[in-house]
T-cell receptor
Framework: AQSVTQLGSHVSVSEGALVLLRCNYSSSVPPYLFWYVQYPNQGLQLLLK??????LVKGINGFEAEFKKSETSFHLTKPSAHMSDAAEYFC???????????FGQGTELSVKP | DSGVTQTPKHLITATGQRVTLRCSPRSGDLSVYWYQQSLDQGLQFLIQ???????AKGNILERFSAQQFPDLHSELNLSSLELGDSALYFC????????????FGPGTRLTVL
């Protein structure tokens, strides 16, 4: 069965510092992987997706993620945090081109001035 | 703006009541997904419809039901409401061949008193 684990329910960084949000997945087939962001009182917005075309995926707002099959990881990074990055981030996995997304528990990112 | 709309934005009701949540997918999307977001369970998949037909079911209670109409909008019906049903309910949509990238609506916040 598929699953997603996000390490750290809360991450705090200083403005300008590196952002690293960790995600590990479990899947019996090559997965599609996603990172979504949720700002307070809003829906989920897609940051980026992995669909096996390239292991390093670039997304919106300067975020990127690297798919590492050997580590079953899909960590999200951003070189320099901005105050506007404060939000909750969700990693999700899908087994195929249709069907449900399975989400991790989410990581709340705080950015200190 | 994802192009997915949900109404109402907020809903406050009493235990034992029945409510209907409405979702309009993006233009051209045939699949609609319903998810529940709560503090204790996180983001959980409820049910998927594709072009009017139920395609997959997740952790959806028997008190809950859904349908997708010929114009592709979908409704989620929640009955005999309990305090524990208080949550954010999201609708998402996508189309075939999109690597299962799902676009989320802004959600309906249900409060059961």
């Amino acid at each position: 069965a598929q699953s997603v684990t996000q390490l750290g329910s809360h991450v705090s960084v200083s403005e300008g510092a590196l952002v690293l949000l960790r995600c590990n997945y479990s899947s019996s087939v090559p997965p599609y992987l996603f990172w979504y962001v949720q700002y307070p009182n809003q829906g989920l917005q897609l940051l980026l997706k992995y669909t096996s075309a390239a292991t390093l995926v670039k997304g919106i707002n300067g975020f990127e993620a690297e798919f590492k099959k050997s580590e079953t990881s899909f960590h999200l990074t951003k070189p320099s945090a901005h105050m506007s990055d404060a939000a909750e981030y969700f990693c999700a996995v899908s087994e195929g081109q249709g069907g449900k997304l399975i989400f991790g528990q989410g990581t709340e990112l705080s950015v200190k001035p | 703006d994802s192009g997915v709309t949900q109404t109402p934005k907020h809903l406050i009701t009493a235990t034992g009541q029945r409510v209907t949540l409405r979702c309009s997918p993006r233009s051209g999307d045939l699949s609609v997904y319903w998810y529940q977001q709560s503090l204790d369970q996180g983001l959980q998949f409820l049910i998927q419809y594709y072009n009017g037909e139920e395609r997959a079911k997740g952790n959806i209670l028997e008190r809950f039901s859904a349908q997708q109409f010929p114009d592709l909008h979908s409704e989620l019906n929640l009955s005999s409401l309990e305090l524990g049903d208080s949550a954010l309910y999201f609708c998402a949509s996508n189309r075939e061949g999109s690597y299962n990238e799902q676009f989320f609506g802004p959600g309906t916040r249900l409060t059961v008193l």
